[in-house]
Every structure is written in structure tokens, then in C-alpha cells.
């Protein structure tokens, strides 16, 4: 993961928001039917991406 002081917290949550969607997409290769399993990664995904804040702030309150 990227040092937020040298990329900022947008780059740092599409880091995170980048290895959601990995692990969405390594589920679906797999073949794991659980539908709800990779979308909800996919979502999770989506939603760290559009932080205006770093994910990491937000959890150190």
C-alpha cells in the first residue's frame, strides 16, 4: 500500500479499491457461485474508491 504523506488518501483508497475488485474477480474465476460473495466485494470496491478521505482515517476515530 502506498504512504498516504507522498500520494494522498484518493491513490491509498484506489490501492484498496484495486484489491477488492482482485479478489471479486478471483472469485468469480474460481467459479464460487455465491453471487453475493463477489459483489460484495465488487461494492465494497466501489464505495472505498469514492472516499474523499482515507479509508485509514476514517478507522483511526
Known amino acids: ?3 498516504t504523506a507522498t500520494t494522498g ?3 491509498e ?3 484498496i479499491a484495486a484489491r477488492f475488485q482482485e479478489y471479486a474477480a478471483i472469485l468469480e474465476q474460481q467459479g464460487d457461485y455465491d ?3 463477489f ?3 465488487r461494492e465494497a470496491a466501489d464505495h ?3 472516499l474523499p478521505v482515507a479509508l ?4 483511526a476515530h
Open 1 to 3: 500500500m502506498n504512504d
Open 39 to 41: 459483489r460484495a466485494y
Open 56 to 59: 485509514r482515517a476514517i478507522f
Open 35 to 37: 453471487a453475493f460473495r
Open 13 to 15: 483508497n484506489a490501492d
Open 48 to 50: 472505498v474508491g469514492a
Open 9 to 11: 488518501p484518493i491513490t
